[in-house]
Every structure is written in structure tokens, then in C-alpha cells.
């Protein structure tokens, strides 16, 4: 069956380092990946999105990595700032119709001053 | 365009009482996805309606939970003769058609006392 866990529940760095949350899944036919952050009493904000058939995707100060070969994935953050503390989730869907996400357990990453 | 808005944000109920849940999706979204995230753990998956359709209930509990997406009002989801293990955030998300990407609302955060 799907499912998607995360190596690190928590992550510390210090502000200005880059982070780098990582994401491993089992389900080898899934098509569709998404990083999402979550503050604190907040819903989950989508973060950036790879389809499977590409294996790096970059956005504002953010990249996402996708190995298909050891299915794992990773969220790398450039230049960390204190407003990146918060709950990260990575998220699976199998794409095509409709949206159902399985998602992990989440990384809190910690920023430092 | 607003966001997915969920009301209300906290919700208080008895054990044995019923809880209603509402999610308006953004404009011109036909897709709507409940989760419920339990503390300190990702997102699971409930299910997903469309407009007077539920299309995946597969993470829906048998009993005393309910869905709906009616063609006017926002989706409702209900839960009947609520227990402690029902003190949840429940998130609503929504999707145009076509599109993978989904919008969580802010959540609604259930205590059963």
C-alpha cells in the first residue's frame, strides 16, 4: 500500500544555513509530489509540487529533489530565515482525477537566530 | 478570491453530541477534500466529494461520519454521537477541475469533553 514517511522529525539550523528535509515513499507508482508547510494553528500551504517524471524542481528559495531510483525526496530551503520554522509535510498523490493526498508525519524545522 | 474557509474555527462538543463541520471551497472549485490531523501527526486522508457526488470515501470511518457537497452551500461534514477519539483538526481542501494542486482551508479544531 502507499504510504510516505519522513527520516527526521525535527530539524534544527541556524538562520542563513540551507535546510534540507527528506521524504521517503513506497509506492512506486506515484505520480504526483507535493511540499507543504504548516505554522502553528494553521492549514497546510502548498510549498512547490514534482511530477515523477522529472527528478529536480526549483521555486523561490526552495528546491525539490526526486530520486525515483531509492523513492525519496527532499525539500532543500536556500539561505533559512526565521519565518521558515514550521511544520513540513510531504505529500503523495497518484495525480489524474481527483487530488487524495497520503501524507507523512512532518518535520518541524527550527530556526535559530 | 477568498481562500477555503472553514467555519467554525473551534469547536466545543459533548460526548454523544453531534459536531458540523462547513467548508466553502474557492471560486470556481468542484473538488473538495476533508483530512483530519490528529496532534503531532500528518494528514489523513477522508474523503472527496464533488458537487452532490462523493466520488472517495475510502478514509471515512463507517460509523457516524458523514459528507456532503450539496449543489448550493458549502460541504458539510458531520459526525454523530461525537467520542474523546473524534478531538481532531479537520482541514478542508479544494481543487478546480483539472488540477492537481488543492487549497487547505485554516481547519477546524474539535474537542469532544
Known amino acids: 500500500g502507499e504510504s510516505v514517511g519522513l527520516h527526521l522529525p525535527t530539524l534544527s539550523v541556524q538562520e542563513g544555513d540551507n535546510s534540507i528535509i527528506n521524504c521517503a515513499y513506497s509506492n512506486s507508482a506515484s505520480d504526483y509530489f507535493i511540499w507543504y508547510k504548516q505554522e502553528s494553528g494553521k492549514g497546510p500551504q502548498f510549498i512547490i509540487d514534482?511530477?515523477?517524471?522529472?527528478d529536480k524542481r526549483q521555486g523561490q528559495r526552495v528546491t525539490v529533489l526526486l530520486n525515483k531510483t531509492v523513492k525519496h525526496l527532499s525539500l532543500q530551503i536556500a539561505a533559512t530565515q526565521p519565518g521558515d520554522s514550521a511544520v513540513y509535510f510531504c505529500?503523495?498523490?497518484?495525480?489524474?482525477?481527483?487530488?487524495?493526498?497520503?501524507f507523512g508525519a512532518g518535520t518541524i524545522l527550527r530556526v535559530k537566530s | 478570491n477568498a481562500g477555503v474557509m472553514q467555519n467554525p474555527r473551534h469547536l466545543v462538543r459533548r460526548r454523544g453530541q453531534e459536531a458540523r463541520l462547513r467548508c466553502s471551497p474557492m471560486k470556481g472549485h468542484s473538488h473538495v477534500y476533508w483530512y483530519r490531523q490528529l496532534p503531532e501527526e500528518g494528514l489523513k486522508f477522508m474523503v472527496y466529494?464533488?458537487?452532490?457526488?462523493?466520488?472517495?470515501e475510502s478514509g471515512m470511518p463507517k460509523e457516524r461520519f458523514s459528507a456532503e457537497f450539496p449543489k448550493e452551500g458549502p460541504s458539510i461534514l458531520r459526525i454523530q454521537q461525537v467520542v474523546r477519539g473524534d478531538s481532531a483538526a479537520y482541514f478542508c481542501?479544494?481543487?478546480?477541475?483539472?488540477?492537481?494542486?488543492?487549497?487547505f482551508g485554516q481547519g477546524t479544531r474539535l474537542t469532544v469533553v
Open positions: 505529500a503523495d498523490g497518484l495525480g489524474g482525477y481527483g487530488n487524495k493526498l497520503v
Open positions: 481542501a479544494s481543487s478546480p477541475p483539472g488540477q492537481i494542486e488543492a487549497f
Open positions: 466529494l464533488q458537487k452532490e457526488n462523493i466520488i472517495d
Open positions: 514534482i511530477r515523477s517524471n522529472m
